[in-house]
């Protein structure tokens, strides 16, 4: 079973900064279109949103600033330039498990 | 658009059953792109997979390890619908419910949850 871990826990920046979110995979995930990661995106009282899939791909209706990268074990969400709403906790996934969450908090 | 909505008890006892139904509208359950699954989240705490089940003529399921005994997903097709069973709830099991689709093909976000329900929360207490 892999292990999704995400670091930081926390993190505080300003609006217009630059996040940037890590998950690493407990092994090595194999490239196929099921097992690469995605990354959601969750505000209180809300479902989760897709935000990323295939580790790189855009979901539809996501601003250009979000975007993921990685392969085998560590996986990378970047936020460009933080808007008021990007203030939120976010997930990575891989086929069924999640890791813990990252929360984008003001500073 | 395809919708996702879950229906079910919003208290359980302890020891008891937890049974949850997903209702998808604007879509089918036959549709060969997706299997569907549902996920929890505790108050204040992270998303945990709960399972997910694959419909193509037969199912196939796929649990998390750590509720394996304690869990069964199942599909009424005839409804376009899908359950979720835990047996044995103790108040570690009280979250918010949430069902979604999981999407197996190039024609829509591989690998991701891409549509989910509202979620409902449900509380294991006597």
């Known amino acids: 079973e892999i292990v999704l871990t995400q670091s930081p826990g926390t993190l505080s920046l300003s609006p217009g900064e630059r996040a940037t979110l890590s998950c690493r995979a407990s092994?090595?995930?194999?490239?196929?279109?099921?097992?690469?990661v995605s990354w959601y995106q969750q505000k209180p009282g809300q479902a989760p949103r897709l935000l990323i899939y295939g580790a790189s791909n855009r979901a539809s209706g996501i601003p250009d600033r979000f975007s993921g990268s990685g392969s085998g074990t560590d996986f990378t969400l970047t936020i460009s330039r933080l808007e008021p709403e990007d203030f939120a906790v976010y997930y990575c996934?891989?086929?069924?498990?999640f890791g813990q969450g990252t929360k984008v908090e003001i500073k | 658009q395809q919708q996702l909505q879950e229906s079910g008890p919003g208290l359980v006892k302890p020891s008891e059953t937890l049974s949850l139904t997903c209702t998808i509208s604007g879509g089918s359950i036959k549709n060969s792109f997706y299997y569907w699954g549902w996920i929890r989240q505790p108050p204040g705490k992270g998303l945990e997979w709960i399972g997910t089940i694959s419909y193509s003529g037969s199912t196939s399921t796929y649990y998390n390890p750590s509720l394996n005994s304690r869990v069964t997903i199942s599909v009424d097709t005839s409804k376009d619908q899908f359950s979720l069973k835990l047996t044995s709830v103790t108040a570690a099991d009280t979250a918010v419910y949430y069902c979604?689709?999981?999407?197996?093909?190039?024609?829509?976000?591989?690998?991701?949850?891409?549509?989910w329900g509202q979620g409902t929360l449900v509380t294991v207490s006597s």
């Open positions: 092994q090595s995930i194999r490239s196929s279109d099921l097992a690469l």
């Open positions: 979604a689709s999981f999407c197996s093909s190039s024609r829509c976000p591989a690998g991701a949850f891409d549509i």
């Open positions: 996934q891989q086929y069924g498990p």
